[in-house]
């Protein structure tokens, strides 16, 4: 999985849905999802760095046709109906979603539990769960119209063993395990199959955030961990279910 080798036909005529596409792993995702032919649904919160997304994504196609959809969209949002138009709005343009990459978050402030604001603790438990679960039942009608929809949920080293100081983040990402585990039986009779990812230390800009003193330079690019993202999303993968994968096991 960690050195798949993905056809260039891979996610020919899928339709896939990315969240936090501005900038780092979301953003190269959804690059690669559209190489490897897939029309892809941007979801941020800026219009201007949606569009450039966009035309970077249609200027790298060499002739090819992909078809792309922009959603400016804030996760924060904590209204139902906002999300129920989201999806209302993906329906118009596709007939059904094939895949779905939970890929946004936030890191809050690095500090003791007893010193976390609880506005703080709210605004990432919201961002980093409570978003997902919207998005999820907002989405599931369109993701059942596929043959076999994936759905890709972003975990994190801690996640599975608290570390010191990182607060709402960190008990963010054991309460995603937790969804998708849950998710993942209860999809179990149907097409959809949910797994969830650890990128790892990558080189990006919540990493820079967490680890001011660590030298970027040493760590993997999210171009160098899309196989495990590509292996997923792809029909190859329709044996693997309810799993929790490393993107850099040795790290």
Known sequence: ??????PENLLAGKTI????????IGRVAAQTYAHYGANVVLLGRCSSTLQALET??????HGRVCNTLCCRFDLQENDYSAYQALAEQIATRFNALDGLLLNAGILGQLQPLEHLPLSEW???LHVNLTANLLL???LLPLLRQSQAASIIFTSSGV???GRANWGSYAISK????GM???????MSDTTIRVNAINPGATRTRMRALARPDEDPLRLKTAAEIMPLYLYLMGDDSSDCHGQSLDAQPAR
């Open 1 to 6: 999985m960690l050195n798949y080798k993905a």
């Open 174 to 177: 054991f309460a995603t395990e």
């Open 17 to 24: 849905l990315i969240t936090g596409v501005s900038s780092g």
């Open 159 to 161: 996640g599975r063993k």
């Open 180 to 186: 998708m585990q849950v998710l993942a039986d209860e």
């Open 136 to 138: 999820v039942q907002a």
């Open 56 to 61: 970077q994504i249609h200027s790298e196609q």
């Open 122 to 124: 709210q605004q990432v």
